[in-house]
């Protein structure tokens, strides 16, 4: 079983709808990291977060430690969303931050 | 800023071949990170660089090295390619203040990286 776990691994839209992509993990973390790949392959940070909610814009990041949960949505999505978004676990070691990587979760939105 | 370059953006290499990948970041980032993505799989650390002249190993080292001589490059060596070194890599760097706590990371647009 893998250590971050992401729901669902693909997930298809219209335009317009709620979307939520969950990640869940098995191991203690000192903050979560959520990311975005590009069709053409880049990736972008789009949150970290250790505790509570962060919005930007239309996206809005939850995290609940204690269940060891967190959630990525969308509102209004928008065909530009399409991507791979990934989170990612930061685990903190003695001398740096290590990130162990869901293996995302595909979006497609069509018009 | 250019923020994290990466070169080339594609290869093919013979089995047995030797390659450098170069990454560079003008962010003055003290961590600097190397990945590979399979595919359906998540990103796997290679290799990770916390300062110049201190290099570590990742998961996933065998078959590589890395040198840090400087705080802005961290060229990842591919030695004897093989074909289960087809991947995707990915560099990346991260702003860790002394202090502790953890800053993102920002990537580079990647190498693909295909052995035959």
């Known amino acids: 079983k893998n250590e971050v776990e992401q729901s669902p691994q693909n997930l298809t839209a219209q335009e317009g709808e709620f979307i939520t992509i969950n990640c869940s993990y098995s191991?203690?973390?000192?903050?979560l990291h959520w990311l975005q790949q590009h069709p053409g392959g880049g990736i972008v940070s789009l949150f970290m977060?250790?505790?509570g909610k962060k919005k930007h814009g239309r996206l809005i990041a939850t995290i609940n430690i204690q269940e060891k949960h967190s959630s990525l949505h969308i509102t209004a999505s928008h065909p530009r969303d399409s991507a791979v978004y990934i989170c990612?676990?930061?685990?903190?070691?003695?001398?740096?931050?290590?990130?162990?990587f869901g293996t995302g979760t595909r979006l497609q939105v069509f018009p | 800023n250019a923020g994290v370059t990466q070169t080339p953006k594609f290869r093919i290499l013979k089995i047995g071949q030797s390659m450098t990948l170069q990454c560079t970041q003008d962010?003055?980032?003290?961590?600097m990170y190397w990945y590979r993505q399979d595919p359906g799989m998540g990103l796997k650390l290679i290799y990770y660089?916390?300062?110049?002249?201190?290099?570590d190993k990742g998961e996933v080292p065998n078959g590589y090295n890395v040198s840090r001589s400087t705080t802005e490059d961290f060229p990842l060596r591919l030695e004897l390619a093989a074909p289960s070194q087809t991947s995707v890599y990915f560099c990346?760097?991260?702003?860790?203040?002394?202090?502790?706590?953890?800053?993102?990371?920002?990537f580079g647009p990647g190498t693909r990286l295909t052995v035959t």
């Open positions: 990346a760097s991260s702003y860790a203040p002394l202090a502790g706590g953890f800053h993102e990371q920002y």
């Open positions: 191991v203690g973390i000192s903050a």
């Open positions: 977060l250790s505790s």
């Open positions: 990612a676990a930061v685990l903190q070691s003695y001398n740096t931050d290590k990130l162990i």
């Open positions: 962010m003055n980032h003290n961590y």
């Open positions: 660089s916390v300062g110049a002249g201190i290099t």
